[in-house]
């Protein structure tokens, strides 16, 4: 190999590299966007939004465009505290924004008031939030459907029977056209590539939420053209907790032949 292609590969790589770690923080983690306002409907920009988990605390900050809009990227699948402060002008809340790993979550229009900072403005009542930032249909499994509905073998996969238009096969889930199904764990395929099957079936007390993406996913999304089933693993939070279980199967359960 000549001294210029190995100067070429290494860029190569390195451009890969950087590309898997994009789509992988892209399926992982989240975006929430929208626009800063006035009472009056003009635009705010400089506005300080930030979004606090409201499970740990955590606070990720960004600042409003010339134009008002914002757009937080690269957050993990959480709820939210959606706040936005500005000198001048009453601090604005809106709770409970939950984003799910892929997502990307429109909050709309954010008013804020004239007033002081020491002001909040808590919103509800506002119009259900939507992904209107993409156009593929998806199915959220969220945390108390993981935690309380029976799952026959104790694999997380076995949620996306949940989903409009997705059937059960076997063991495994399948769009109902039999289109083969992709699995993720955290942002990263969890497939056997001997036999494109399920890779770690990882029981549902390690999982926070299942998301099912039926069609029209992104371009972050591939592999095969089917259901994409996203498995999210629980993480710390500011609160204690545990679990156990006990798992039994006898014959003389079983149903008369």
């Known amino acids: 190999m000549s001294s210029w292609s190995k100067g070429l590969v290494v860029p190569i790589l390195t451009a890969v590299a950087i590309a898997f770690a994009s789509f992988a923080a892209a399926q992982a983690t989240g975006t929430v966007a929208g626009t800063v306002k006035d009472a009056q409907g003009g635009i705010i920009p400089g506005a300080t939004i930030s979004l606090i988990s409201e499970t740990r605390g955590t606070t990720f900050d960004t600042v409003s465009t010339a134009t008002g809009d914002f757009v937080v990227s690269n957050i993990p699948g959480d709820t939210y505290t959606v706040r936005v402060a500005m000198d001048g002008f009453r601090t604005t809340e809106r709770k409970g924004v939950h984003v799910s790993p892929g997502d990307r979550v429109a909050v709309g ?69 039999g289109a083969r199904t992709n699995y993720m764990l955290d942002g990263i395929s969890s497939v056997n590539t001997g036999g494109n099957q399920q890779g770690i079936q990882l029981n549902p007390d390690s999982i926070a939420e299942v998301k099912v993406i039926s069609s029209a996913y992104q371009a972050e999304y591939g592999r095969t053209s089917g259901i994409q089933i996203s498995g999210v693993t629980k993480s710390g939070t500011n609160e204690f907790r545990g679990s156990m279980f006990d798992l039994e199967r006898r014959t003389v359960w079983n149903s008369n032949s």
Do not use: C
Request: charged share 15%; aromatic share 4%; no cysteine.
């Open 109 to 177: 229009a954010m008013t804020i008031e004239v007033g002081t900072l020491a002001e909040t403005v808590l919103v509800t009542g506002d119009a259900p939030l939507i992904q209107a930032q993409t156009g593929d249909r998806s199915f959220v499994v969220a945390k108390e459907s993981v935690e309380n509905l029976p799952v026959s073998g104790r694999n997380f996969a076995s949620f996306a029977t949940l989903t409009p238009g997705v059937i059960a096969s076997g063991t495994a889930a399948v769009r109902a056209d």
